[in-house]
């Protein structure tokens, strides 16, 4: 079709898709499998720009190339380290091991090829129409795409759904060709060695626990708090876990591993309170970097490192969509702010990470998806909840959450009108090899007003998403403590500690715990 803007009302038939959704990560494979199986005609665009390494990647988006799925499997790799130290305490005689970062990557690198095969062939029999090519709006129902050989393409549609994503934020004060993000890491072709991770959050945390958990050194540049966003005590802990310290019988910090008998395990180093002032390349391909103190002061220090990692945060890719040129709206960081997930454009649609002050992450941008596609297509009038929805930080030790943290369960309720119960565990396979009796931490957030309805649950332990998947579900149908107390816990088990809290931070009593 040609011609200029057609009005937003004019005949689905005019136009060549019902619904063109651009980029094909989470959000926008769910939406437009939907709307295609809901019999609407759908077109998807997907096109990954290189990184300034130069590392592109196939048809899935950011958490099957760079983000969950390679993470995750990096992680596992790293808790494989220490399994097979824990081996050893259950009889296992295991000689000396070596860990080839060249082996986890091609094998990781292969199931992600499978992935995005897959992808290609549920489009295909879902007749939807992808095309791998770069688009842009030109006037409210068309849009320009480009592919990699720079040959252009006009295509209109009735409705758009912008789910394009997110990449790495870059720090303009350092020259990039320096340093690598996580578009780049999962598919390095030789390891990390010595790395400093620049950013406190999610993927900083996690990419440094896998990193030193495969033997490498691993050292954080922390500017202010770590998991920004997330319950403090519970990331304060986390921090405490990598540098190798965690709560005695007492409640005292201590560092693990000191003591005779003691446990091992790979540490991170935290450079706190610091940014970083100048990277200058050395002549064998090294990195010497300075930092000063955060609040703009003075040099702290300086080392030398193999790799550079920045996780500094994730910028909308929304700026090459010419989105002015049709009248939508974005915030400074480039997201667009939504009524169940429309722009102020009536037409156009926004979900997944692009939608401004919303969680990034993928089972979000799916179910928003897919509620959209049923909503527009479908009859539906079910809305995506952004409320209570579980998360995990798959750090060396795991972090689930779901609900409020702690500090905006106070600031909502009113301090005096919650009690939180709480407890530090030992799972029952730390015991034959000694590790840390009070490393993993469970809290309870309750509503003394409401029944004592759960709130907020935090969980710092093994498996901690598996727990925290099933604590959600109850979470979400408004559980009480209560419902968890008389619900029979499954032993031995690290989840039956939801069943068994009993201490309340208020009253003061210790929930430290000292073996089993
Ligand atoms: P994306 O998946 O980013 O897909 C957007 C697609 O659009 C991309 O393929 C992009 O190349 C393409 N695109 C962009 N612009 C255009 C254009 N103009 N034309 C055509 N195509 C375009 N979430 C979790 O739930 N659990 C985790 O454990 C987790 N771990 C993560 C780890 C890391 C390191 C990172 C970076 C993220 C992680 N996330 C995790 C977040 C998760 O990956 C994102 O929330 C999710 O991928 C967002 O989906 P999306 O559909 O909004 O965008
Ligand atoms: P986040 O969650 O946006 O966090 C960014 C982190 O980087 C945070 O610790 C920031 O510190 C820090 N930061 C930001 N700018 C700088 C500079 N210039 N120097 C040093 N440190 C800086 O980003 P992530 O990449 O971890 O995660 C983004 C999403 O991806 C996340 O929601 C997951 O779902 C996947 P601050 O706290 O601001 O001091």
Not at 45 to 61: E, I, M, N, Q, R
Not at 221 to 227: C, F, H, N, V, W
Not at 291 to 300: A, I, L
């Amino acid at each position: 079709m040609s011609g200029g803007p057609l009005p937003d009302d004019a005949p689905e038939a005019g136009y060549d898709y019902d619904m063109i959704v651009i980029g094909g990560g989470s959000g926008g494979l769910a939406v437009s499998k939907e709307a295609s199986a809901l019999g609407k005609k759908v077109a998807v665009f997907d096109f990954v720009k290189p990184s300034p390494a130069g590392t592109t990647w196939g048809l899935g988006g950011t958490c099957v190339n760079v983000g969950c799925i390679p993470k995750k499997l990096m992680h596992q790799a790293g808790l494989h380290g220490g399994n097979i130290e824990d081996a050893k305490s259950f009889g296992w005689n295991v000689g000396a091991t070596t860990h080839s970062w060249e082996t986890m990557v091609s094998n990781v690198q292969d199931h992600i090829g499978s992935l995005n095969w897959g992808y290609k062939v549920q489009l295909r029999d879902k007749a939807v129409t992808y095309k791998n090519e770069f688009a842009k709006f030109v006037d409210a129902h068309t849009i320009e795409t480009e592919d990699k050989r720079g040959r252009k393409k006009t295509y209109t549609s009735r409705r758009f759904v912008i789910a394009c994503g997110g990449r790495p934020t870059y720090d303009a004060d350092i020259d990039p060709s320096l340093y690598i993000t996580s578009d780049d890491l999962f598919s390095l072709e030789k390891p990390p060695g010595k790395t400093l991770v620049v950013g406190a959050s999610y993927v900083a945390l996690e990419c440094a626990g896998f990193i030193s958990h495969l033997g490498m050194e691993a050292h954080v540049m922390m500017r202010s708090i770590p998991l920004r966003g997330f319950d403090q005590q519970m990331s304060n802990m986390i921090v405490d876990y990598m540098e190798g310290k965690a709560a005695d019988a007492d409640g005292n910090i201590v560092s693990i591993g000191d003591s005779e008998g003691g446990e091992h395990r790979p540490t991170t180093q935290f450079i706190k309170g610091a940014v970083v002032d100048t990277v200058v390349g050395t002549a064998d391909g090294k990195k010497t970097v300075t930092w000063k103190s955060s609040d703009g002061g003075q040099v702290m220090g300086t080392d030398t490192y193999d790799t550079i990692l920045y996780a500094i945060g994730r910028q909308a890719c929304t700026g090459a969509l010419a989105l002015d040129t049709v009248g939508v709206a974005t915030e400074r960081n480039g997201k667009m702010k939504t009524t169940c997930e429309q722009t102020n454009v009536p037409h156009i649609y926004a979900i997944g990470d692009v939608i401004y002050g919303q969680l990034e992450l993928t089972p979000v941008a799916i179910q928003a998806g897919r509620l959209l596609a049923r909503r527009l297509f479908g009859g539906s009038t079910m809305q995506m909840d952004y409320d209570q929805v579980p998360t995990t930080v798959f750090t060396p030790i795991e972090y689930g959450c779901t609900g409020l943290s702690e500090e905006d369960a106070i600031e909502k309720f009113g301090e005096e009108n919650l009690e939180v119960f709480h407890s530090y565990y030992q799972p029952l396979e730390w015991t034959v090899p000694h590790k840390q009796d009070n490393a993993c931490y469970m809290k309870m957030i309750c509503n003394k007003l409401d029944s004592f309805r759960v709130v907020g649950f935090h969980v710092l332990g093994p498996n901690a998403g598996e727990i925290t998947q099933g604590v959600g579900v109850a979470v979400k149908c408004g559980a009480t403590k209560e419902d968890f107390d008389n619900t029979v816990g499954i032993h031995p088990t690290v989840g039956e500690e939801i069943t068994t809290l009993e201490v309340t931070k208020s009253s003061g009593v210790e929930a430290t715990k000292s073996g089993c």
